[in-house]
């Protein structure tokens, strides 16, 4: 599984931001799709997740905020984040989870919240 991140970028604390992740590859075996963030000297969290099924997680911190969504055709995850804030700045990475638990990772997308 091959996993392309992209949507990242410097935005105004309030303002939004669209993160989209395309899955290539063995993607009949993906359960779960997600995206982390790890911010500098911060271990990466999870923000947001899906699984194949369509069910969603979210992290409380971005609860009502972000929102993320698949699209089944394109083989593509989006991480919708509204209402921005400063320590929203982190690198985003897309994640994929088979159904033997392996994880892949896509690269870093940077976001950047600032005035």
Do not use: H
């Amino acid at each position: 599984v091959q996993l392309q991140a992209s949507g990242g970028g410097l935005v105004q604390p309030g303002g939004s931001l669209r993160l989209s992740c395309a899955a290539s590859g063995s993607i009949f075996s993906i359960n779960f799709m997600g995206w982390y963030r790890q911010a500098p000297g911060k271990q990466r969290e999870l923000v947001a997740g899906i699984t194949s099924g369509g069910s969603t997680n979210y992290a409380d911190f971005v609860k009502g905020r972000f929102t993320i969504s698949r699209d089944n055709a394109k083989n593509t995850v989006y991480l919708q984040m509204d209402s921005l804030k400063p320590e929203d700045t982190a690198v985003y990475y897309c994640n994929a989870e088979d159904s033997s638990w392996y994880n892949f990772w896509g690269q870093g997308t940077q976001v950047t919240v600032s005035s």
